[in-house]
């Protein structure tokens, strides 16, 4: 079992997120990353999420509570993994969409709308992932898989072709 990563609360705090309910941490100087993301981030992504959703700003949601389920259902040992996963989707979100944004036909607004929305999410989503990865000094483990040889995929490889299925047209 590979070691938890820990990071200083005051390397935390000036990342500017969180920073009141870190500022109210109990006197611990660290925090691991498996409970900050799940007291911290967890949260956040949740409350965003309901918000977008109470503003009617759906397409802005979708990848955050895909997030949110990439980051609540995995083992401790995982929470690395996801979080890198979760960047490659963030990143595919992006450029996908700023690609669509090209090619739209101007007249078609809400299509326009839907698009720089999803975007701009993906774009928070990763601003916050990076984040954790730099202050938690995160390093991705890419290992080869032989499909073949029956070796199961890594989260960030599940979380990765789970997106891609959920934005499949017909979906």
């Not at 705090?13 to 498996?34: A, R, V, W």
């Not at 700003?57 to 509570?65: F, Y």
């Not at 299925?165 to 979906?171: C, E, H, L, Q, R």
């Amino acid at each position: 079992m590979a070691e938890t990563p820990n990071a200083v609360v005051k390397d935390l705090l000036s990342t500017g997120y969180f920073f009141e309910d870190l500022k109210n941490q109990s006197k611990s100087t660290e925090i691991d990353l498996p409970s900050y993301t799940r007291n911290f981030v967890v949260p956040y992504l949740t409350r965003t999420s309901k918000s977008y959703k109470r503003s009617g700003q759906t397409n802005r949601s979708k990848i955050l509570d895909f997030a949110v389920k990439y980051l609540s259902d995995v083992n401790d040992d995982e929470v690395a993994d996801s979080i890198f996963g979760l960047k490659k989707v963030a990143a595919y979100e992006m450029a996908s969409n700023e690609k669509t944004l090209h090619q739209i036909d101007q007249g078609s607004k809400s299509e326009l709308v839907s698009c720089r929305q999803k975007s701009e999410s993906a774009q928070s989503l990763a601003k916050l992932l990076v984040s954790i990865i730099r202050v938690y000094k995160l390093a991705e483990v890419i290992v080869k898989k032989e499909k073949s040889e029956g070796i199961s995929d890594s989260i960030g490889d599940t979380i990765t072709d789970n997106w891609e299925i959920s934005v499949m047209p017909g979906m």
